[in-house]
């Protein structure tokens, strides 16, 4: 493949030069894309990202260094997210999956005890008013970045590890 770069200092320029033409590709990593494809594209539909990854850049929660609790803390929540959604437990069904015989689902909300505790004394049901809250993994992905969201991500390696991506979570025990 054989390319001209086009070489501009500031990015709101390299954005206006690619919109308006100036150049046939613009490369960033696929959630900037996105936004920028949301939020400056005339018409968000005209323009594709490609599917291709050409670096990594993981996204992630962030704490201030120091606070240990509120670190563990997050991380749990993110780790029961990616667990409740790979066990079928959403914000439309996390009530009935209360009666669930599964004792991994019974952990993970709290009707077995345990993990409130180990993070510093929390409610037990820690993991369910999250979930009931703003949904598992895959519901927040899909509303914040996926395809119910203006930045119409495909999950791609954020899929589960086993639908194909790299998304798992350590048990909850």
């Known amino acids: 493949m054989q390319f001209k770069p086009v070489v501009i200092e500031k990015l709101d320029e390299v954005e206006a030069a690619f919109f308006a033409g100036r ?8 959630a900037g894309l996105a936004s920028i494809r949301a939020t400056r594209a005339g018409n968000p539909d005209d323009y594709v990202i490609l599917p291709e990854r050409i670096s990594k850049e993981p996204i992630a929660a962030a704490v201030r260094q120091g606070d240990d609790e509120w670190y563990d803390i997050s991380r749990w929540v ?31 909300l709290g009707v077995t005890p345990g993990n409130g505790k180990a993070l510093g004394g929390l409610d037990e049901k820690w993991a369910y008013n999250a979930v009931k809250q703003v949904g598992n993994y895959g519901e927040i992905y899909d509303r914040n970045l ?25 048990p909850l025990r």
């Open 23 to 30: 150049c046939d590709v613009y490369t960033s990593y696929s």
């Open 146 to 170: 996926g395809k119910g969201s203006p930045l119409k991500l495909d999950r791609g390696l954020n899929e589960l590890w086993t639908k194909g991506g790299l998304i798992y979570s350590p």
């Open 78 to 108: 993110v780790f029961a997210m990616i667990e409740a959604e790979e066990k079928g437990i959403s914000s439309q069904n996390v009530d009935e999956m209360l009666k669930s015989p599964d004792p991994d689902v019974k952990r993970i």
